[in-house]
């Protein structure tokens, strides 16, 4: 198999990704804007080639990587970047040279959240009362149905940019002062609950090889706006009503070869309500805190399954795992040193976030893992206490 990755220098993942690509037999071929000699060297040693262009926005230049590509190396089998702000760019290359994947004619179905709410409801499970609009009537129609606050989000995009909750008039107001002109929103209701992650890998013929789920301790939406610290715990057992909309979500999507990242509503009331879909790995090092929790490899199990379709499981959860996150301008009460003095046998990885994701996922991160989830909960409750 011949594999174009498409920026496989960021994020840092992606070396991950292609040196298991390697070792499952496929040849790995690089796209990316760094310079070669900048690359890690377990990154260096995956790739069996490396074409760096000056601008990845420029389709054009792409292309004629791919060109090259096929003229060295023959067929490309796969093009992939595991990263949904390419997803345009991903579908236009695999439409135009015939790539196995999803094409254009499918992305805008899994990239436009309006466009998602049909599918949950085509899947069975619970959805959010929606409104499409980048008007302030059509707003306000939606706000004499369903009453505030309500939630506004891009119609595409990733993450919890631009996403806002509002809770009165003079907060609607000051998010048409600030929405960037041109910007089509949905607007949805609001749901006291927290978000549940159904993530996985699903093969070529859409069965579910491996799924795991999340549950986050906050808004991520807060942690954005408000510029919280953050985190979440990777569960060994899954509850059943979480699996059973997940698993009905990736049917109705059609899926096949993919990693999925399902965000779920869990209301106060134990109601599961779907919020969106991604075909990516799920981000926040949620990847190392599968592996951490089922002692697993899931990079490699991805790539068996992208070369060969297989995998090693099934695979059961054995441990807990936790990440907490710190921001530099909250003042804690204990210092890094009393965080690995006080939780050393749970911490398996600690360090600094990459300045571009610091504002969702902080900007120093601890990863532990245990058989007991009260000991987790101690030892978030610890890293997070502030002085005062």
């Keep these: 198999m011949n594999f174009v990755f498409f920026s496989p220098h960021f994020p840092a993942t992606g070396a991950e990704f292609c040196d298991r690509l390697r070792k499952a037999g496929a040849t790995v071929l690089g796209i990316g804007d760094a310079p070669y000699d900048s690359l890690s060297g377990k990154l260096k040693d995956a790739l069996a080639e ?32 595991l ?17 196995e994947g999803i094409r254009l004619d499918y992305v805008q ?16 499970v619970n959805v959010i009362a929606q409104r499409k609009t980048s008007e302030r009537s059509g707003a306000m129609e939606f706000i004499r149905k369903t009453g505030y606050p309500v939630v506004v989000k891009p119609d595409s995009g990733a993450g919890a940019a631009h996403t806002y909750k509002i809770s009165n008039a003079a907060e609607l107001d000051e998010f048409f002062r ?38 986050y301790d906050d808004s991520i939406m807060d942690v954005v706006n408000k510029n919280k610290h953050m985190s979440y715990t990777c569960r ?9 909309a997940g698993r009905k979500i990736v049917k109705a999507f059609a899926l096949k070869e993919r990693f999925f ?3 779920l509503f869990e209301t106060k009331d134990g109601r599961i309500v779907a919020l969106e879909v991604n075909i990516r790995p799920p981000g926040a090092w ?6 951490y929790s089922f002692d697993i490899d899931i990079y490699a199990e991805w790539a068996n399954m992208a070369v060969k379709n297989a995998t090693c499981g099934p695979h059961k959860g054995r441990y807990f795992t936790a990440y907490a996150s710190r921001k530099d301008h ?27 994701f610091s504002r969702a996922m902080g900007n120093y991160a601890y990863q532990m893992r245990s058989t007991d989830p009260q000991a987790l909960r101690d030892a978030v409750a610890y890293i997070h206490a502030l002085k005062g």
């Design 178 to 215: 600030i929405k960037p002109p041109g910007m089509s929103f949905v607007m949805e209701e609001f749901i006291d609950g927290l978000v549940v992650t159904y993530d996985g890998l699903v093969d070529r013929d859409g069965e579910i090889v491996f799924a795991a789920s999340t549950k």
């Design 236 to 244: 060994p057992e899954m509850p059943p009503e979480v699996e059973e």
């Design 83 to 99: 990263n949904e702000h390419w997803l345009d760019l991903e579908a236009g290359i695999r439409t135009d040279f015939n790539i």
């Design 50 to 81: 490396y074409y760096r262009i000056a601008d990845m926005e420029d389709y054009d230049r792409t292309f004629r990587a791919m060109g090259h590509f096929i003229h060295q190396w023959g067929r490309v089998d796969r093009f992939e970047s």
């Design 261 to 263: 990242h399902i965000e």
């Design 330 to 356: 909250i003042a804690y009460l204990h210092d890094h040193a009393d965080v690995l003095a006080a939780h050393a046998d749970k911490i398996m990885r600690h360090n600094a976030i990459e300045p571009v």
């Design 109 to 124: 179905n899994i990239k436009k959240k309006s466009r998602m709410r049909a599918a949950f409801r085509k899947a069975g």
């Design 286 to 291: 949620m990847t190392d805190a599968i592996n």
